[in-house]
């Protein structure tokens, strides 16, 4: 090595790592030449250089004091000046100046440099004596240097063609990258060394690219297993990406580094739907997480604009957007949806889009919003003319209890049963009880019965029976019927003695049936008899109650009259006005048989009395009143 160069090195050195200290002060970290009367020590099994070494992979040494080094290579009681300077990095031309007579190779260097034929080897002859300084050694010879350090052992940087030594000095050296920390490996074409701070890769004859540990995308490649897991690099690190960012294409994949978002591996299947569509220059942009792999040997990763969803199967597919969170709100490919089968596609009515899924389908508009259909609905709703038929986009998401599976449409519904498979219903005010437009509460009955009139003073009923598939109500039946001859009272107010001919305004629950014989039912059922009375008299222990009496006194009812008239020959009790009972607030409000106007009870064909008696169980609700007092 020239004067001139080492003067440089010494310099650089000296800026990174602080002035080295001369003299007696720095005799115990110097290496100390042998007498001249005796022979060179021989090494000991340990390495003689002892300091505290810089840590294996960190970068150039801090600046700072010189931490003391207990134990030097040779074993001599005196320093010379020449033999402190500061560590000295290989030229790619050997010095001139003939090697001194007194130029002698020992300890851990030794042993490393005898392994690689000494003088005779690719390294040659020494050109300088053994430097230390920060707990790391170093000594040049014709054809490079060998570093030593107690972590990690002697290793050298050779400087001839086809090895890592030229592409090491080129780009800094120890300054960037630092000592060796392990001998080259050969690879494919050519042979890679790691440094303190980096790794370097040279290929024999073509080109040689190197890792810096301070390179976002070296420290990834190394995290990621390196050239186990990526293989070596193709290409050169390029940047001027979008957002400042740089790519490497490494053997098995590619890694993309950005500001804020460091480094990530992207490959395989995932890596070609992401180019296909862009890569970071796509809505995707660059990816914010590693791929994530497991269920059903498939895999994920995700990106600053969405996720990118990978089987076996089902190949490479985007999730994003409205629809991508509403995949993952559910659990994405753990949830009945499994692997999405396809892209989004949009375009579709009213500007919305649609995702399939291996277990069914997602839906969105601007008005709706994003909700999951579930393959046997979704099924029965692309065969009846999907988005541009008549149910509309989904304004909720699938439900499903136990064996059955409803979902509510725009303008109407569709259930799955293990029984009876999928129905389409279209739009009905038991779709109200659903999407919050119906006043009354049902407190969660199974079924519930609508009866309304168009207006009050109206005796003419509409009715309508709802069931409650896994927690929507669709309509079971729908049919006419009366109330009472006066109409409906407001809401809160009560319908008061029957003679004035009022059915009361609310939802009330539906507890017992009566009439001449149980035609099958979860209700508790009163069979009737000549003495069946219901009470209406105020003031008496029997208002509005089932009593049994040989007499018929005022306004009570005789239950067993109206049975053999035809219409108490099936009935339910409407709870109105009881448990807590107001007197003189109304009594005897009954759905029944014979359909005429009542006096405040409802009538329907004898059909729809003996079904609904069939199908009710205690707590079903009937919400009875105007159709402005029941409806949003």
């Not at 399939?356 to 709706?368: D, E, L, N």
């Not at 207006?455 to 019927?481: E, I, Q």
Request: net charge positive; aromatic share 10%.
């Amino acid at each position: 090595m020239t004067k001139k160069l080492l003067l440089i090195t010494a310099v650089i050195l000296g800026l990174t790592a602080g002035p080295l200290a001369v003299g007696p002060a720095f005799a115990e970290d110097a290496p100390v030449a042998p007498p001249a009367t005796s022979p060179a020590a021989t090494p000991t099994a340990t390495p003689a250089p002892t300091g505290t070494p810089a840590p294996t992979g960190s970068a150039s040494a801090p600046a700072g004091p010189v931490p003391k080094i207990t134990a030097a290579p040779a074993a001599t009681a005196k320093a010379t000046t020449e033999q402190i300077r500061p560590l000295v990095e290989p030229t790619k031309t050997p010095t001139t100046e003939p090697t001194p007579p007194s130029v002698v190779v020992r300890g851990g260097i030794e042993t490393k440099w005898t392994a690689l034929k000494g003088a005779a080897g690719v390294l040659g002859a020494p050109t300088a004596g053994e430097v230390c300084s920060l707990g790391v050694c170093s000594q040049t010879f014709d054809g490079g240097s060998i570093f030593w350090t107690r972590a990690t052992g002697a290793h050298p940087v050779l400087l001839t063609e086809g090895h890592t030594g030229p592409r090491w000095h080129a780009k800094g050296g120890l300054a960037i990258f630092g000592y060796p920390v392990t001998d080259e490996k050969s690879v494919s074409g050519g042979t890679i060394q790691k440094f303190s701070s980096g790794r370097i890769l040279a290929w024999t004859g073509t080109r040689m690219l190197e890792f810096s540990a301070i390179s976002g995308i070296g420290s990834r490649w190394a995290a990621a297993g390196g050239e186990a897991v990526l293989g070596l690099p193709v290409t050169a690190e390029a940047c001027g990406l979008k957002a400042s960012g740089c790519f490497q294409q490494f053997d098995k994949g590619n890694i993309y580094w950005a500001p804020g978002i460091g480094g990530h591996v992207v490959w395989g299947g995932i890596l070609g739907r992401w180019t296909a569509g862009g890569a970071q220059n796509s809505s995707l942009g660059y990816p914010l997480t590693e791929e994530a792999c497991g269920t059903e040997g498939g895999c994920v990763q995700h990106f600053q604009g969405g996720s990118i969803f990978y089987s076996p199967t089902t190949g490479a597919h985007v999730a994003r957007g409205a629809i991508g969170s509403r995949y993952s709100a559910a659990g994405t490919t753990r949830s009945m949806l499994g692997y999405p089968i396809t892209g989004e596609t949009c375009g579709q009515p009213a500007g919305g889009c649609v995702q399939r899924f291996q277990g069914g389908s997602i839906y969105w508009s601007p008005t709706t919003g994003a909700w999951i259909s579930g393959r046997g609905i979704d099924s029965r709703f692309v065969s009846s003319g999907g988005l541009g038929g008549p149910l509309g986009y989904p304004i909720a998401s699938e439900r499903c209890v136990a064996t059955a599976c409803s979902q509510s449409y725009q303008r109407g519904d569709i259930t799955w049963t293990s029984s009876a498979g999928s129905r389409l219903y279209g739009m009905s005010e038991c779709h109200k009880l659903n999407n919050g437009q119906a006043k009354y509460s049902t407190y969660g009955a199974n079924r519930v019965l609508l009866t309304w009139t168009q207006d009050y003073g109206m005796s003419h009923a509409t009715n309508l029976y709802c069931l409650k598939v896994a927690g929507a109500y669709v309509p079971d039946w729908r049919t006419d019927g009366y109330v009472g001859a006066s109409g409906f009272k407001r809401p809160g107010v009560p319908s008061g003695p029957t003679r004035n001919l009022y059915s009361p305004t609310g939802s009330f629950s539906v507890t017992e049936a009566f009439g001449l014989g149980n035609p099958g039912t979860k209700l508790s059922y009163r069979t009737l008899n000549p003495r069946s009375r219901w009470g209406g008299n105020p003031w008496t222990p029997t208002y509005n109650k089932y009593h049994e009496s040989s007499s018929w006194v005022g306004w009570d009812e005789n239950m067993w009259w109206f049975a053999s008239g035809g219409y108490y020959r099936q009935g339910v009790v409407i709870n109105y006005n009881r448990p807590n009972i107001v007197q003189d607030a109304g009594f005897a409000i009954f759905l029944h048989m014979n359909k005429v106007p009542t006096a405040g009870c409802i009538s329907l064909d004898d059909w729809a009395v003996v079904d609904y008696i069939r199908k009710s169980t205690p707590g079903d609700r009937i919400i009875m009143g105007t159709y402005g007092a029941l409806f949003r």
